[in-house]
């Protein structure tokens, strides 16, 4: 994750992008590098959740449905509270707006504070940007993507920006997504679309560009009831 540069992460809409870059924010979290988590699809509360579950191998579905955790249940997440939502250096900011600007100011303040290696944006297409009225919505997401590279030169950290797919598997409304990046990552479940498949449990994450190395699809495991992507010898 080199300073000034963008990765984007795109997958179709349930395949887990959000999981994977809440994973990732985890652990550079984890290496003591400031982190900001800038979520427009979840509370705070249910990001909090999902790290709990992913940390403590807790069902995701007992910690968000009252009565189903068990006394074990919660005492991990009363071991594992401190250490997560106190001591490591990740923050998670809900935008009371959607708009570009918003997110910047929030950004700075959080770099003033306590320096800043990382911000995770969830996700391109939900942030807005003043445009004028003629603009189109693929000059909008254009903006965005533009805004966040600039952001990440000024305040020389990464950004992970995340991305929806279209059918086609494409950055969903602007091409300038792709190329303002530096790395391009998509995520493929194929139990996503087969639930059938032999290879149920297991994600593709494909390296499209890279241009700090070479391009590869990496196999891992993936484990939705606990919100977590592992290395396939983790399993």
């Not at 303002?180 to 996503?192: C, G, N, T």
């Not at 297991?202 to 499209?208: H, I, S, T």
């Not at 590869?216 to 939705?224: D, E, K, L, R, Y």
């Amino acid at each position: 994750m080199q300073p000034g540069n963008v990765t984007v992460v795109g997958a179709a809409s349930g395949v887990g992008k959000s999981t994977f870059a809440l994973n990732a924010a985890v652990a550079a979290a984890k290496t003591g590098a400031p982190v900001m988590f800038s979520s427009l699809e979840m509370s705070s509360t249910e990001l909090m959740q999902k790290i709990a579950a992913a940390e403590g191998g807790i069902a995701l579905h007992h910690m968000t449905h009252e009565g189903l955790l068990s006394a074990e249940g919660w005492e991990k997440v009363r071991r594992l509270g401190p250490e997560l939502f106190r001591d490591l250096p990740l923050r998670v900011y809900r935008p009371d707006g959607a708009v570009l600007g918003d997110i910047a100011s929030a950004v700075r303040a959080c770099a003033r504070d306590g320096g800043l290696a990382l911000l995770v944006v969830d996700y391109l297409q939900l942030v807005e940007v003043e445009q004028s009225r003629n603009a189109t919505r693929e000059q909008a997401v254009a903006a965005v993507s533009r805004g966040l590279k600039n952001l990440s030169v000024e305040l020389n950290c990464h950004v992970i920006a995340l991305s929806q797919l279209n059918d086609t598997g494409l950055m969903r409304e602007s091409r300038a997504i792709k190329n303002d990046a530096s790395v391009v990552l998509k995520i493929e479940r194929p139990d996503a679309d087969d639930p059938f498949t032999p290879r149920a449990g297991e994600a593709d994450l494909v390296v499209e560009k890279n241009r700090f190395g070479p391009t590869a699809t990496i196999t891992v495991a993936f484990q939705g009831h606990y919100s977590r992507f592992l290395d396939m010898s983790q399993t």
